[in-house]
């Protein structure tokens, strides 16, 4: 009876001494922590602006909430991938912040961003043309960003284009051009030549184009110094807490972590199947958990037989498969009483980083992030 009462008192989502209350997960977005990220890359790059990256939900984070908070801080610049990602933050941030489509123009969403106040990327003068019609048809500048393929060969003009746009822009005074810009490809291995190469080839662009302002790092680039940083940096990872390069320490404070519930506990002897496929076979009698989380939440099936999570600490290696709902994890170091139903274990926190968890899925940190699935509880603290 008791127990009844418990379960009517308790807020939904609620988490009480460590148990799920009908969730099948918990993730939380330290909002504190995204300020403190923002200040740091602000004071470690300063003169440069610092604008934030909230492209696929501002990686899976909520783009509408990371931005409100990043303005409150100051940032005034956000960058999506795709124009229907800005036309749909618009109405969230304030009329003085821009808002910049990285993929460009797609044919038949000029007129939207024009009336949204969103500001293209411009990767190619078919985009060129199609915006600077736009400008004319309603007779008003139009705000653009003009980037260019320094050696990633993604996006961008090419730099047998680089004549031809300047010519341009010269004949275009409805365009009004923020910034050159262009993407580091090596960033996160600072050794790499290719960065050096990318920035020497950014230098002539800026020289082209002057006195228009440059926009180039992206979270690793805020780490390669000032010669990276331009006008405007662009950094979205190191925001959310990712380490921006591979190696060393990681400068920025976590943001995300995720707990997962236990939908069951059991003791099986030797010799016994774990999963699909039974791939996982257990030498000895084993304690087994099988967890509310799996692939279709974000933890990818190349987890199976790699990779824990834990316990107070203490490490509970992934067995057999991850399903699509569910994954199950070896228990038998834990006490016995330790884990039973709607306990809470600790996938992303204090004792396994999202680049740890990455590691073990054959991925890197962004993809983890943006995967990760939306039937958590999630609360912004
Ligand atoms: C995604 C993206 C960024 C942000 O990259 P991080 O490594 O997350 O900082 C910056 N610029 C461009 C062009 C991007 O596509």
Redesign the pocket.
């Known amino acids: 009876m008791e127990s009844e009462e418990t379960l009517e008192r308790t807020a939904p989502g609620a988490v009480l001494a460590g148990k799920a209350q009908g969730f099948p997960g918990y993730m939380t977005v330290d909002l504190a922590a995204l300020r403190r990220n923002f200040q740091r890359i602000a004071s470690m790059t300063r003169p440069a602006r610092v604008s934030a990256?909230v492209?696929a939900d501002a990686?899976g984070l909520g783009a509408i909430r990371v931005a409100e908070t990043l303005l409150e801080v100051g940032c005034r610049d956000f960058?999506v991938?795709h124009a229907e990602e800005a036309i749909a933050l618009r109405p969230h941030i304030s009329s003085d912040a821009r808002l910049f489509v990285?993929n460009g123009l797609l044919p038949g969403a000029e007129a939207a961003c024009a009336s949204a106040q969103v500001t293209p990327v411009i990767n190619s003068l078919t985009q060129l043309y199609r915006w600077r019609t736009q400008a004319r048809a309603e007779s008003r500048r139009l705000p653009a960003v003009l980037q260019f393929d320094t050696g990633m060969s993604r996006?961008g003009f090419a730099p047998a284009d680089r004549a031809a746009v300047r010519e341009e822009i010269a004949q275009s005074p409805e365009l009004e051009i923020h910034y050159v810009?262009s993407?580091l490809a090596s960033a996160d291995e600072p050794a790499k030549p290719q960065n050096a190469a990318q920035l020497a080839a950014m230098q002539t662009v800026v020289e082209e184009f002057a006195p228009v302002p440059s926009c180039f790092a992206?979270?690793?680039g805020v780490l390669m110094g000032k010669d990276y940083h331009g006008s405007l940096v662009?950094?979205?990872?190191?925001l959310y807490g990712?380490a921006?390069q591979l190696d060393g320490a990681n400068p920025m404070e976590p943001v995300v972590t995720l707990s997962v519930a236990v939908a069951q506990t059991r003791t099986v002897p030797r010799g016994t199947l774990v999963g699909y496929s039974g791939t996982h076979v257990t030498n000895e009698c084993t304690r087994l958990a099988t967890l509310c989380a799996g692939y279709a939440d974000g933890l990818p099936r190349s987890l199976s037989g790699r990779g824990a999570v834990y316990f107070e600490g203490q490490r509970l290696p992934i067995v057999g498969r991850v399903s699509m709902d569910s994954l199950t994890v070896d228990i038998s170091d834990l006490p016995n009483d330790a884990l039973d139903l709607g306990s809470l274990v600790e996938v992303i926190g204090p004792h396994q980083t999202l680049e740890m968890l990455a590691a073990d899925a054959g991925t890197i940190s962004?993809e983890i992030l943006t995967g990760l699935g939306r039937r958590f509880f999630r609360s912004y603290c």
């Not at 662009?234 to 190191?238: D, H, I, S």
Request: avoid cysteine; glycine fraction near 10%; aromatic fraction near 16%.
């Open positions: 990256v492209k990686y960058f991938a990285l996006l810009m993407h992206n979270s690793a662009r950094p979205g990872l190191a990712g921006p962004y």
